[in-house]
Structures are given as structure tokens and as C-alpha cells.
């Protein structure tokens, strides 16, 4: 028990389809994030929710959509995506403060997602 | 940009032997380093962390890690590795440094033979 729980773990989709992915933590944290992470590539980071609102980016296709209705869930909606977005997507929170980020993130076990 | 590079892809070690993991970061400052470990089949989770204070930082499962500053490194170590250390590590550092979200590495896959 992680205290990040994903859903689905599982999902296949073809490039048509739209889809979302659910993550809620159950840490009290007032910060989540969502990561991707592809075979052979560094995690990279796609959004940041502090305080429900996002300020993180990372460059992100619109593609995907996030949405933080409160503190504790966040959702990864997916629509139109490519074979090549096929990866495991991973959420996860910590809990910031006014003195900066502790750095520590509490994961999901994420959601492998394939796209054909 | 900060960066991170993990020079090891795949570790291959038999039980008892030492392990040491290359980490190292780009931006110069203050600094927050972190390792986390992903077991497989598991979430990943938090292995250790250094702030600030003594460079040497001891986590869980006997594993420590050192902060050279004057290396820009934070290597991994443990003395004697278990069949249950096999995991992927990964290297992780804030984006500004200190503060900001968390870039990783590209993670390193240790594989302990009993």
C-alpha cells in the first residue's frame, strides 16, 4: 500500500479513443504530479498541481489534459495520442511548504498504457 | 537547466560484493539530492536523501550515499549487496537545486546473482 493509488494499472487504447487515467492519494499532501516514464529515457516530469492549481508544464502535447478537481486526486485525460505515448505514467505527491519542496515524492504504482 | 547523469546502465554483482552507483548533478549551488529505488513490481519509493549537514547520508536497507561538492557527485554505495537489492536506483535532484520538482536520472538496474 503506497498511499498513491492508480487506476487503471492497465489500459490499451487505439489512437482514436478517449480515455482518462486516475490517481488519488490518501497522504493528506497538498501537491501531485504526473510523470511518464519510457523504456530507456529519464522520468519526465508532465504537470505539477500545488494547492490544486498547476504550475508545472513541462512542454506537454495537448493531447493529454490534466485535471486536479481537489487536493487529493488527479486525473490524466487522454485523447488522440500517438503509438509513441505508450509508457508507464506514474503520479505522485508530497507535501510542500512556504520554505520550498522537501523533495520527497510518494508514487503510485502507475499505469502502464499502450497505444496502437 | 539542471541535469543528472547516472553513468551505470546495468550492474551485474553476486551476493557480498560492494556496490557503488555513479550520480552526478550540473547546477553548482544548494543543492537537495535524493535516491530512490524502484523494486520490481513495485511504486518507486524513497531510498535516501541529503539536505544539508554531514555529506555522508545513511538510508534505509544499509545503503548511504556521500556529497562531493567539489565533484558534483552523490555515488551510491552499500558494503555487501543482497539478492534483494536487485531494483532499478535512480538518481533525482530539484530542478532550481534546492527548491523545484524533481529531475532523475536515467536509473541505473542493479541485478545481485545468489
Known amino acids: 500500500e503506497t498511499g498513491v493509488t492508480q487506476t487503471p494499472r492497465h489500459l490499451v487504447m487505439g489512437m482514436t479513443n478517449k480515455k482518462s487515467l486516475k490517481c488519488e492519494q490518501h497522504?493528506?499532501?497538498?501537491?501531485m504530479y504526473w510523470y511518464k516514464q519510457s523504456a530507456k529515457k529519464p522520468l519526465e516530469l508532465m504537470f505539477v498541481?500545488?494547492?490544486?492549481?498547476?504550475?508545472e508544464n513541462n512542454s506537454v502535447p495537448s493531447r493529454f489534459s490534466p485535471e486536479c478537481p481537489n487536493s487529493s486526486h488527479l486525473f490524466l485525460h487522454l485523447h488522440t495520442l500517438q503509438p509513441e505515448d505508450s509508457a508507464l505514467y506514474l503520479c505522485?505527491?508530497?507535501?510542500?511548504?512556504?520554505?520550498?519542496?522537501?523533495?520527497?515524492?510518494?508514487f503510485g504504482e502507475g499505469s502502464r498504457l499502450t497505444v496502437l | 537547466a539542471q541535469s543528472v547523469s547516472q553513468h551505470n546502465h546495468h550492474v551485474i554483482l553476486s551476493e557480498a560484493a560492494s556496490l557503488e552507483l555513479g550520480c552526478n548533478y550540473s547546477?553548482?549551488?544548494?543543492?537537495?539530492l535524493f535516491w530512490y529505488v524502484q523494486y520490481p513490481g513495485q511504486h518507486l519509493q524513497l531510498l535516501l536523501k541529503?539536505?544539508?549537514?554531514?555529506?555522508l547520508v545513511k538510508g534505509i536497507k544499509g545503503f548511504e550515499a556521500e556529497f562531493i561538492k567539489s565533484k558534483f557527485s552523490f555515488n551510491l554505495r552499500k558494503p555487501s549487496v543482497q539478492w534483494s537489492d536487485t531494483a532499478e536506483y535512480f538518481c533525482?535532484?530539484?530542478?532550481?537545486?534546492?527548491?523545484?520538482?524533481?529531475?532523475f536520472g536515467k536509473g541505473t538496474k542493479l541485478s545481485v546473482k545468489p
Open positions: 541529503y539536505f544539508s549537514g554531514d555529506p
Open positions: 533525482a535532484v530539484p530542478q532550481g537545486g534546492s527548491q523545484g520538482n524533481l529531475i
Open positions: 497522504l493528506g499532501h497538498n501537491a
Open positions: 547546477y553548482g549551488g544548494t543543492v537537495n
Open positions: 498541481y500545488n494547492f490544486k492549481e498547476q504550475t
Open positions: 505522485a505527491s508530497s507535501q510542500e511548504s512556504s520554505g520550498g519542496p522537501t523533495g520527497e515524492l510518494f
